[in-house]
């Protein structure tokens, strides 16, 4: 695909995409009046009046798993090294959102990022820039046994892990691999370098591993791993996500029930995805000691779009301003062609400032990105 300068690019078959018209996460339009100017300097604002300050950036289209949700079996056709972005350019864009944005936390992903040989020395450079940014590292933990003490020397602050099932043949089924001792392994070498917490991520799927989502949280908790249960999402590369058949925050919430009393957590959300609750035995009743903290990212059921503070950039460069994006635009083409700060900072702030209100699942009409999340960077 030719770049153009300045033009944010429509994916090939992206019609009816979010990138067209505002719509409010309710799916009503809004009452008042948008501003159509975009201010020349600011930060990553939109219409919206949200502003942008924690980055995502996808490492690699590629992994070593094949989860049901994410991944075809076959994989996909991924992208040839030269068209991911290198050390310098991941730095200099991190650096640009570090000092023209004021980002203050960046998240690498993937694919699978620990499948970059350079890790380490990208977080190390991302590390020394002023001021320096919270770094943190989402990777499904295989590898990571033998690699775990260099990243947290380069700086990495903190890892979050995916991991569905702590049983070898439900998690083989998930992820179509055998390698449930290599993500146990590597999650215990987290602790072993000093790192300050390891966040779990799982997907509950019916019938594959919801009825396993008490024990996995009774793991976690004995770990001191704070537990996060994400929808599942429509972007799988199979595009088999089923609404009616997903596993919602009330059903997961439901299941937990079963065993732990769940209770709001108090502390202010501060645009996190996740909606946490503290965990008590229910045996023992509410006022018992609380075990630890679990949290909710209901990204379908109850979203939180109204306060999205993300900005994303794929393995090749381009910026896409919400997961469920029809439209990217492309920041590494100009770079590779020339292009100053400058420019790079106002095409950045453009694709931003064109972020819709919402993600639009809950419409009818709603069309599934052809970007899997595997390609996008979760
Ligand atoms: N490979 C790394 C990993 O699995 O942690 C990083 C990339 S992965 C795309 C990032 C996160 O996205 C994982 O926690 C994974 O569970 C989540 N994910 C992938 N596909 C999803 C989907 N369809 N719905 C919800 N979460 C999904
Ligand atoms: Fe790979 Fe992560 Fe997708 Fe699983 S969720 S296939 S580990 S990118």
Redesign the pocket.
């Known amino acids: 695909m030719s770049v153009v300068l300045g033009m944010p690019r429509r994916l090939p078959s992206g019609s009816g995409g979010i990138g067209d018209a505002p719509v409010a996460a309710s799916g009503t339009r809004p009452p008042v009046a948008l501003p159509t100017e975009r201010p020349a300097a600011s930060g990553l604002i939109d219409r919206f009046g949200r502003e942008a300050t924690d980055l995502r950036i996808s490492l690699t289209d590629r992994?070593?798993?094949?989860?049901t949700?994410?991944?075809p079996a076959e994989g996909l056709p991924f992208l040839p090294p030269p068209a991911l972005m290198s050390l310098d350019e991941i730095t200099r864009l991190a650096r640009i959102a570090v000092t023209e944005f004021g980002v203050r936390q960046i998240r690498f992903t993937?694919?699978?990022p620990l499948l970059r040989n350079d890790l380490v020395e990208i977080i190390r450079s991302v590390a020394s820039l002023e001021p320096r940014p919270e770094i943190s590292l989402t990777t499904?933990a295989i590898g990571l046994s033998s690699r775990a003490e260099a990243l947290a020397e380069a700086g990495l602050d903190r890892i979050n892990v995916?991991l569905d099932s702590i049983h070898p043949e439900t998690f083989a089924k998930i992820?179509r691999r055998p390698f449930l001792d290599r993500v146990l392994g590597g999650i215990d070498a987290v602790r072993a370098a000093g790192l300050r917490e390891t966040k779990i991520n799982a997907v509950l799927m019916p019938g594959v591993n919801d009825h396993q989502a008490v024990e996995l949280l009774e793991w976690a908790l004995a770990g001191g791993h704070q537990l996060r249960f994400i929808e599942q999402m429509p972007l799988d590369a199979d595009h088999t996500w089923d609404r009616d058949s997903m596993i919602t925050a009330a059903g997961i919430r439901e299941r937990l029930s079963a065993r732990y009393l769940l209770s709001p957590d108090d502390a202010p959300r501060d645009g996190a995805p996740a909606e946490l609750f503290q965990v008590r035995e229910r045996a023992e009743g509410p006022d018992s000691r609380m075990l630890g903290l679990v949290g909710i990212i209901a990204s379908v059921s109850e979203p939180f779009c109204a306060d999205c503070r993300r900005t994303r950039l794929t393995a090749e460069g381009a910026v896409r301003s919400c997961l469920f994006s029809h439209v990217e635009t492309d920041l590494l083409g100009p770079i590779r062609a020339g292009a100053d700060d400058v420019e790079v900072a106002d095409l950045w702030r453009g694709a931003m400032w064109a972020k819709p209100s919402g993600h639009r699942m809950n419409e009818t009409g709603f069309a599934q990105p052809d970007r899997p999340?595997?390609a996008i960077g979760?």
């Open positions: 992994c070593n798993l094949r989860c949700y994410c991944m993937g694919g699978e499904n995916s992820t999340m595997s979760g």
